[in-house]
């Protein structure tokens, strides 16, 4: 199993802000990571995959890079929309696996 | 639009069963590997299950094996969970999500549907 650690577990940050999460796994699995974030009572969207691609639609005030077992999420001026809980997931072996998540609050 | 939508969560006593479904549309159903995710309640994501387009290719958490069978029906554009031996930490809302066709990652997730294991 691939265990995925995400940091911190919580960050509070007001609106305009620049943040940062990370995401570290276990075991090296190359650029196969993905992150996605939860608003409250809503189901996960799909922000970056193959750790530094942006999904479509989203914006470009997202970025993620990182290879190998060591990750970042940056979301370079946050907005109101953007406070919600982040998740990281290796799809490089089965079970794929998730971090912990990381929740971002108002300051 | 790609969308998927769960039903079949509800109240189950310990030990009992249920069966999830995912009615999927706006794409080819067929061709693409599908997952479930749950998430107990004010925890983060667990991954399930999955199965590939045509139905082979099934993998599963260590926490249901055994205990959760994952199938599709390309024909009616939709993805089962089959869980059995319910317990209590089972509670959760489940999604099913699509994964991208070449490099798996999941692309699109239903709505979730809760269930709920408790006597």
């Known amino acids: 199993v691939i265990w995925m650690t995400q940091s911190p577990p919580l960050l509070s940050a007001s609106a305009g802000d620049r943040v940062t999460i990370t995401c570290r796994a276990s075991h090296n699995i190359g650029s196969y990571l993905a992150w996605y974030h939860q608003r409250p009572g809503k189901a996960p969207e799909l922000l970056i995959h193959?750790?530094?691609t942006l999904q479509t639609g989203v914006p470009s005030r997202f970025s993620g890079s990182g290879s190998g077992t060591d990750f970042t999420l940056t979301i370079s001026r946050l907005q109101s929309e953007d406070f919600a809980s982040y998740y990281c997931?290796?799809?490089?072996?089965?079970?794929?696996?998730f971090g912990q998540g990381t929740k971002v609050e108002v300051k | 639009d790609v969308q998927l939508v769960e039903s079949g969560g509800g109240l189950v006593q310990p030990g009992g069963s249920l069966r999830l479904s995912c009615a999927a549309s706006g794409f080819t159903f067929g061709n693409y590997g599908m997952n479930w995710v749950r998430q107990a309640p004010g925890k983060g994501l667990e991954w399930v299950s999955r199965?590939?387009?045509?139905?082979?290719?099934?993998f599963y958490a260590d926490s249901v094996e055994g205990r959760f069978t994952i199938s599709r029906d390309n024909s009616q554009n939709t993805l089962f969970l089959q869980l059995n031996s319910l317990r209590a930490e089972d509670t959760a809302v489940y999604y099913c999500?699509?994964?991208?066709?070449?490099?798996?990652?999941?692309?699109?997730w239903g709505l979730g549907t809760l269930v709920t294991v408790s006597s």
């Open positions: 999500a699509r994964e991208h066709s070449i490099i798996w990652y999941l692309d699109s």
């Open positions: 199965i590939g387009g045509r139905g082979s290719n099934t």
């Open positions: 193959s750790a530094s």
């Open positions: 997931q290796q799809y490089y072996s089965f079970p794929w696996t």
